[in-house]
């Protein structure tokens, strides 16, 4: 993995950048409800989902959360770090065999009001389907310092 110092005024606005995809597999499934501990039918039980609407399991939401932002993950920036997410959406379900892939826009920036010399930065992260619909939508806010206070 890359170590790079990116600082706040080099987040250009409107930038965008796509992840390779990654495939969701039925491990992917049992293994996320492992971890979680949500076993709910709408993600491990086929037969009962093969009487539902949607007709076959559905990812957890979280776990395509996770994947989709594990994508994005190839820089360790020093300068900057995560201060959460925004505005989460899960727009459409993620079955097993569907490939996504992350979209990142750089949406915003702003002085940071609460801490001198940095910045917040606001990625703007769109989790495709192999449709290039998109699956989940929500905000990465990032602190970054400004090149003035390096």
């Known amino acids: 993995m890359e170590t ?3 600082y706040y005024e080099d987040y250009p606005l409107g930038h965008v950048r796509e992840t390779f995809g990654r495939t969701i597999t039925e491990t992917d499934f049992v293994v996320h409800a492992g971890h979680t501990g949500d076993f709910f ?22 776990m395509i959360f996770s994947i989709g932002i ?3 993950a190839s820089l360790v920036n020093p ?4 201060y959460g997410y925004d505005r989460l959406r899960f727009v459409r379900p993620v079955h097993i065999g569907d490939t ?7 949406s915003s920036k702003e002085p940071d009001q609460k801490r001198a010399k940095m910045g917040r930065v606001v ?16 905000d990465h806010i990032l602190i970054a310092q400004m090149k003035d206070a390096a």
């Open 4 to 6: 790079r110092e990116i």
């Open 41 to 62: 039918p709408h993600h491990l039980d086929a037969e009962w989902c093969a009487t539902q609407p949607f007709g076959q399991r559905i990812a957890h939401g979280t």
């Open 70 to 72: 594990g994508l994005t």
């Open 79 to 82: 300068v900057a770090f995560s």
């Open 100 to 106: 996504i892939r992350t979209r990142v826009t750089i």
């Open 123 to 138: 990625e703007t992260c769109e989790v495709l389907n192999q449709r290039d619909e998109v699956v989940l939508a929500a």
